[in-house]
């Protein structure tokens, strides 16, 4: 506040006026309009912050998947296909798996993020469509289908690199791996609460352990 020269300030109006600026911080803090520091999401809980891929693996590439099933099949392409939410920990802690799973086999393996809030209630007898396969229970849900739409793996629960590369390896006829591959950092971090799980081989580790307390 700016006061004119030669007048005094009313310290009884500016009392009335900060508990007025106080009474409109509780307000909106109890809508919800000034998010808390317990609000702040991260890839250690089951709080929604955004999409897992964009947020915690700076991927926009693969949501929502490019190509369908029935299309891969058609073309003669395994996919891989991740049923997830965006407020579950093993789905977030997945994303950065998936991601380095396309920078691997791009060209050689149809990837599908599936969000299971966007499957139609209307369940499918198709075989050829990704919803097909969708327990409807558990997430993340992995399903491996070759290029002649046969299943090959079927997983409930949170994969490791190693755990998905393996099979992929083999169906696309490779040899196995014989040095373990390091998860680099994303070119950028958009989230706060994201940037702490993106250092170098550090990344792997939160696949198989919590966080320290």
Do not use: H
Request: with cysteine; aromatic share 10%.
């Amino acid at each position: 506040m700016i006061f004119g020269v030669g007048t005094r300030p009313s310290w009884r109006r500016i009392g009335q006026r900060c508990i007025s600026v106080l009474i409109l911080v509780f307000l909106l803090c109890g809508f919800g309009m000034i998010p808390s520091q317990d609000a702040i999401a991260g890839i250690y809980d089951d709080e929604f912050d955004g999409n897992i891929f964009i947020l915690y693996a700076s991927n926009a590439a693969l949501v929502p998947p490019k190509v369908s099933l029935a299309a891969a099949i058609q073309k003669e392409i395994p996919t891989l296909i991740m049923f997830y939410t965006d407020d579950s920990q093993e789905c977030k802690q997945n994303a950065l798996v998936l991601t380095q799973l396309q920078a691997e086999y791009k060209r050689q393996l149809n990837l599908m993020p599936i969000m299971v809030d966007a499957i139609k209630a209307q369940s499918t007898d198709d075989p050829t469509d990704a919803r097909y396969y969708y327990n409807g229970q558990f997430v993340p849900q992995f399903v491996l289908v070759d290029a002649t739409g046969q299943v090959v793996l079927n997983q409930n629960g949170k994969m490791s690199f190693e755990q998905l590369d393996e099979p992929v390896r083999t169906l696309l006829g490779l040899a196995p791996r014989t040095e373990p591959l390091v998860l680099d950092r994303p070119l950028f971090s958009p989230s706060p609460s994201a940037d702490q799980t993106f250092f170098g081989e550090a990344v792997r580790s939160f696949q198989d352990a919590p966080p320290e307390e």
